[in-house]
T-cell receptor
Framework: AQSVTQPDIHITVSEGASLELRCNYSYGATPYLFWYVQSPGQGLQLLLK??????LVQGIKGFEAEFKRSQSSFNLRKPSVHWSDAAEYFCAVGRGSGGYQKVTFGTGTKLQVIP | DAGVTQSPTHLIKTRGQHVTLRCSPI?????VSWYQQVLGQGPQFIFQ???????GRGNFPDRFSARQFPNYSSELNVNALLLGDSALYLCASSRAGQGSYEQYFGPGTRLTVT
């Protein structure tokens, strides 16, 4: 069974500081990996995805993530955080074949940005 | 292009009642998935439909059912509502079966059961 662990429930960073959100997954083969962001009361917005190929993936809003197979990790990074980045971030692992797909989400990391 | 749309936005129901939630996928997407997100948790997979057939089901009771229509829109039905069904219900569409598994989410339906 696939699973995702986000060990940090809540993170506080200063505006302008760098950010790294941790994500570890469990899956028997090479998974599809995603990071989503959710503002309060809103749906989920896809930040970036990894399916195959280059292990460093770039996303929207200046975010990037690195897939490390040996560590079963897919950590999200941003070099300089803006106040508008305050939101909840979800890592997800998925699999799919033909018309079937299933995505499993982590419990999320809530990011607070202080001036 | 319009994104994934869901209706209604908010809904208040009483225990024991039935509810129907609706979702329209992005144009060209044939796969629709439903998720339940309880406050403070990540989304939990309920169903996935592709070409009007159920392709995946999460660990939810039989009170939960869904269907997909010829135009690829979908309905999620929940019978005999319990207080614990209060949650944000999210719909996502993708091109699963068409070579891409990126899911795009709607804004959700907030269901409150009293």
């Amino acid at each position: 069974a696939q699973s995702v662990t986000q060990p940090d429930i809540h993170i506080t960073v200063s505006e302008g500081a760098s950010l790294e959100l941790r994500c570890n997954y469990s899956y028997g083969a090479t998974p599809y990996l995603f990071w989503y962001v959710q503002s309060p009361g809103q749906g989920l917005q896809l930040l970036l995805k990894y399916f195959s190929g280059d292990t460093l993936v770039q996303g929207i809003k200046g975010f990037e993530a690195e897939f490390k197979r040996s560590q079963s990790s897919f950590n999200l990074r941003k070099p300089s955080v803006h106040w508008s980045d305050a939101a909840e971030y979800f890592c997800a692992v998925g699999r799919g074949s033909g018309g079937y797909q299933k995505v499993t989400f982590g419990t999320g990391t809530k990011l607070q940005v202080i001036p | 292009d319009a994104g994934v749309t869901q209706s209604p936005t908010h809904l208040i129901k009483t225990r024991g009642q039935h509810v129907t939630l609706r979702c329209s996928p992005i144009s060209g997407h044939k796969s629709v998935s439903w998720y339940q997100q309880v406050l403070g948790q990540g989304p939990q997979f309920i169903f996935q439909y592709y070409e009007k057939e159920e392709r995946g089901r999460g660990n939810f009771p039989d009170r939960f059912s869904a269907r997909q229509f010829p135009n690829y829109s979908s309905e999620l039905n929940v019978n005999a509502l319990l207080l614990g069904d209060s949650a944000l219900y999210l719909c996502a569409s993708s091109r699963a079966g068409q070579g891409s598994y990126e899911q795009y989410f709607g804004p959700g339906t907030r269901l409150t059961v009293t």
